[in-house]
């Protein structure tokens, strides 16, 4: 999703990990977690910029939980640790997990093309394009044309309840060229993963929204977490506001109640304390045997195409594996995913060895502004 590209790689003030198996290495001893500068880092909201954060830290170093600022502008209503709120390209942990399970359970093949699961979805002349090149980006698809407007608050706020289906999200590719062979770069693509829940549906029988419902949330009591329809505008339970400011200094628009067509790519809502659960989850073996979990943090050896991620510490190369990004923070390498989606802002990221898991999210007034001193106090203050 577009306001996620300006928030990953460069959101933390991060440094690319290298590729292949750098989950393996071992994490030194981190400090106990540090109630007080985390609950420094989300002090002073709401302002102008952002309207409410939440963050949860856990781990053997310790937990913390905590919000500030106010959930809903309208009502004066403060933010509480367990809003919910929309995960955007979050959702990508969870279609991962569900694609590498069936890869376990070998009813998928790693090397097996979409052209063979999905036959006749992709235009005719593209080239043949694997499992693995769509979970870790390598796939060189183009992006896709159909949307909401996202990226253009006005345009976002008039079209927010459109739901392009994910068979016209992948249809609009048609016409455009690939941006590289497949395998031999990498870059961020959304289309991927619509492709991926696609799958899912075509290899079980089942609607992707079952299929992670069975495989991740009940097993894990994630009761905060769904996978709501593209016409389900609203967020169920306690959760967090999300407002739009068209023009500065306009007052913010509410933009709560929005479609989340993104499906298996980003429409996904949770809690930090889900995020945490699941990502703990992911990394202590419980969701996946050892070959595909090490799928996950398996960093391909190629080229990064573009400038908005994986730019910095090893410049220019690959940081996502099939379902995780690693990056490294003052020495201390992360692995996880960050989200968004208008009016939201998320991540979740964990040590490999679980000293520190930490997820966070928050309300940002506008998506195209730059973020980074915010989350970079959150990482530094979960850290220190």
Not at 18 to 47: C, D, F, H, K, W
Not at 263 to 268: K, P, Q, S, T
Not at 369 to 378: E, K, L, Q, R, S
Request: proline residues 7%; contains cysteine; negative net charge.
């Amino acid at each position: 999703m577009r306001a996620l590209l300006a928030l990953t790689a460069g959101s933390l003030a991060l440094t690319a990990v290298l590729p292949a198996a750098a989950a393996e290495a071992g994490t030194a001893q981190l400090p106990p977690v540090n109630p007080a500068a985390l609950r420094q880092a989300i002090s002073g909201l709401p302002n102008q910029q952002v309207v409410s954060a939440l963050i949860d830290v856990s781990g053997s170093g310790g937990s913390w939980r905590g919000a500030s600022g106010t959930a809903d502008l309208a009502t004066g209503r403060p933010a509480g640790a367990d809003a919910r709120f929309r995960i955007g390209s979050v959702t990508k942990v969870f279609t991962a997990t569900v694609v590498l399970q069936l890869v376990a359970e070998h009813r998928v093949a790693l090397d097996g093309t979409v052209q063979h699961y999905l036959p006749g979805l992709l235009p005719a002349d593209f080239p043949p394009i694997t499992v693995a090149e769509l979970l870790n980006h390598t796939s060189g698809l183009p992006g896709g044309t159909a949307g909401d407007g996202e990226g253009d608050p006005a345009l976002f706020i008039a079209e927010r309840f459109g739901h392009p289906t994910p068979e016209q999200v992948v249809a609009s590719m048609a016409g455009q060229p690939m941006s590289f062979a497949p395998g031999t770069e990498q870059q961020y693509n959304g289309e991927n993963y619509y492709l991926l829940g696609l799958l899912v549906e075509k290899v079980t029988g089942h609607s992707y929204a079952d299929e992670v419902s069975r495989r991740i949330l009940r097993p894990l009591r994630l009761h905060d977490t769904t996978v709501p329809a593209a016409t389900d505008y609203r967020i169920q339970g306690p959760h967090l506001h999300g407002y739009l400011t068209v023009n500065q200094g306009s007052q913010p628009v509410d933009v709560t109640e929005q479609s989340p067509y993104p499906w298996a790519e980003g429409g996904m809502i949770s809690s930090t304390a889900d995020l945490s659960t699941l990502l703990t989850a992911l990394l202590d073996g419980r969701l996946l045997p050892a070959a595909e979990q090490r799928d996950l943090t398996t960093v391909p050896d190629v080229p990064y195409l573009g400038t908005s991620q994986c730019q910095l510490g090893n410049p220019g190369r690959a940081c996502f594996g099939m379902g995780l990004m690693g990056v490294t923070i003052d020495g201390v390498t992360l692995w996880g995913k960050t989200g968004s989606r208008p009016g939201y802002t998320d991540g979740v990221f964990a040590t490999a060895d679980l000293q520190r898991v930490l997820a966070y999210a928050f309300t940002p007034t506008d998506e195209n502004a730059a973020y980074f001193g915010f989350i970079t106090g959150i990482a530094d203050a979960a850290l220190r």
